[in-house]
């Protein structure tokens, strides 16, 4: 039987990983396959298997599936951006995407107020953005 080959429109569906949290990574990639996902947006912070290197590319290599995007905490520190830049590299993600820290948040603002621009000028190949605060966050 033929099988109808996928048409190509240049846009990728992504499944979140912060979107099932609570949810084993693996069970996520299943399920992102499963559901004809084009690829991963791996939530670091809501999952500590997302920080380990080689766990996430076998999971990439079983399922098939790329990780396009990193996202970090509004909690941001040297630690966490590091290990996404690390990430990134390894499994070629062309995004980090940052929660915007929480309105007190002094040293998160601090951090990336004064390394941000080093870390987009150090690493070319891969795009930085900081996502919308939540509303709770606006005064």
Do not use: W
């Amino acid at each position: 039987m033929a099988t109808k080959k996928k048409q190509s429109t240049g846009v990728k569906c992504l499944l979140s990983t912060d979107s099932l949290s609570g949810y084993g990574l693996d069970l996520i990639f299943q399920t992102a396959k499963e559901q004809g996902y084009d690829g991963i947006d791996l939530a670091m912070r809501k999952n500590f298997d997302a920080r380990q290197i080689e766990y996430v590319r076998e999971l990439m290599e079983k399922y098939k599936l790329p990780i396009e995007i990193i996202q970090i905490s509004r909690k941001v520190n040297l630690k966490e951006m590091n290990q996404a830049v690390d990430l990134a590299r390894t499994v070629g993600a062309k995004v980090i995407t940052i929660n915007a820290p929480e309105f007190f948040n002094i040293g998160s603002y601090k951090f990336l107020t004064a390394h941000l621009p080093a870390y987009k000028h150090h690493n070319k190949g891969i795009k930085f953005s900081i996502i919308n605060p939540e509303n709770t966050s606006i005064l």
